[in-house]
């Protein structure tokens, strides 16, 4: 039977990226992804994106992977405008110390460039899905659905927010069912974005706008579950018209150039992060609304915590008590985030005249005084 210090189970942005933080510190690992761990990059843009922080890219910097990610879209500013108040917000880089708010960037270009620089270690990728898991008083046996068996020290998943790991562990979820779609594509505009990311929120949904170009962005519109349907049922030239008004024209005509998808939302929180040599990381211990698109950022920052306490205490591999400074470490910050989108999804949802009222002036307060601005965007973009 082959053991490894460390099996990932899950080899997308996260559990790539952890691998290649531990491989630093010389534990000899393995990687379970029954998928392609290396997607292809075609000219066309992918329809997931995620909306990278300083905080993120200095990680990725620091694994030696930013310089080979292809493609990747500044941005210095986010506008958010409301349909139902006079509010009007924005977030953008005057007077800070930093150049930019993030990056647009597709996952898969993260994901193939996590992959290339993996190629220089001596990570083993297993193209296959897990069985089952055996607990053992020295870590995990883990089964594969080729018939082999491998062992470890520590074992974590890195296997999405419906993780196997988490499932066969017995690691329950606290769920929230928001009753809503997030659909995405992507399209061409009029006119230029701005190098700026743009959220309108509406009656009934929240259109972002996530550019990968001066005049092309990724959207998500994330809508009730009946408009949605009835949004994904549009030939894609009254979709663009839709969205187009949406966002009041604000760039002309939308061209759809991409398949339009759609997924439902979830929050998704584990009771527990960590057991006895076993962790979640990424999506497998939380899974939050994409409004804010912080997604990927939560689970950068589990890599960067669990890499710090592994390597900090060199006390028996999966030691509980380390795991546990972890997930102390790591939950509050991933719980805020979660309620605050929670909450933030809810007062966008209202639309009664005083919270309306609230709403917009609220809004008004924070983006007309520049210290109450500039901490809650140092907060967002991880510099606070």
């Not at 942005?13 to 510190?25: D, E, H, P, R």
């Not at 030939?235 to 966002?247: D, H, I, M, P």
């Not at 669990?306 to 972890?326: I, M, T």
Request: net charge negative; proline share 2%; glycine share 6%.
């Amino acid at each position: 039977m082959k053991h490894y210090d460390v099996i990932i189970v899950g080899g997308g942005m996260v559990g790539q990226a952890l691998a290649l933080s531990l491989a630093k510190q010389s534990f000899s690992i393995a990687i379970i992804e029954p998928n392609d761990p290396n997607p292809t990059l075609s000219d066309e843009f992918h329809t997931r994106v995620s909306a990278i922080t300083p905080k993120s890219k200095q990680l990725l910097t620091d694994l030696g992977v930013w310089e080979n990610i292809k493609r990747k879209q500044a941005f210095s500013a986010t506008e958010v405008w409301d349909q139902n108040s006079h509010g009007n917000l924005k977030f953008d880089t005057e007077n800070e110390s930093f150049d930019h708010l993030g990056h647009i960037i597709e996952n898969d270009a993260i994901q193939s460039a996590l992959y290339r620089s993996l190629q220089a270690t001596q990570v083993t990728f297993i193209n296959a899905k897990v069985v089952d898991l055996t607990k053992q008083d020295d870590g995990y046996q883990v089964q594969l659905d080729n018939q082999t068996t491998i062992d470890c020290q520590l074992l974590v998943g890195a296997d999405g927010a419906r993780s196997k790991v988490r499932e066969i562990t017995g690691i329950t979820t606290t769920d929230t069912d928001y009753q809503q779609k997030a659909i995405v594509c992507n399209i061409k505009a009029k006119k230029n974005f701005s190098n700026t990311t743009w959220q309108r929120f509406l009656s009934n949904s929240i259109v972002a706008l996530l550019p990968l170009g001066e005049c092309e962005a990724s959207i998500v519109w994330s809508a009730e579950n009946t408009l949605a349907d009835e949004l994904m049922q549009l030939s894609t030239k009254e979709f663009a018209q839709r969205l187009s008004a949406g966002v009041e024209y604000r760039f002309g005509e939308f061209e759809v150039v991409s398949e339009i998808q759609a997924f439902p939302l979830i929050e998704r929180s584990a009771q527990t992060y960590v057991k006895e040599q076993l962790a979640l990381v990424g999506d497998a211990a939380h899974n939050i609304h994409p409004l804010a698109g912080q997604g990927v950022n939560l689970g950068f920052a589990d890599v960067i915590e669990l890499s710090k306490q592994l390597d900090s205490d060199k006390s028996k591999l999966g030691d509980y008590g380390v795991l546990r400074k972890y997930a102390r470490a790591r939950r509050l910050d991933n719980e805020l985030m979660a309620k605050t989108m929670t909450g933030l999804n809810w007062i966008y949802k209202e639309n009664n005249e005083p919270l309306r009222w609230l709403r917009g002036f609220g809004m008004n307060v924070i983006n007309e005084n520049s210290t109450l601005k500039s901490f809650f965007q140092k907060h967002a973009i991880g510099k606070s």
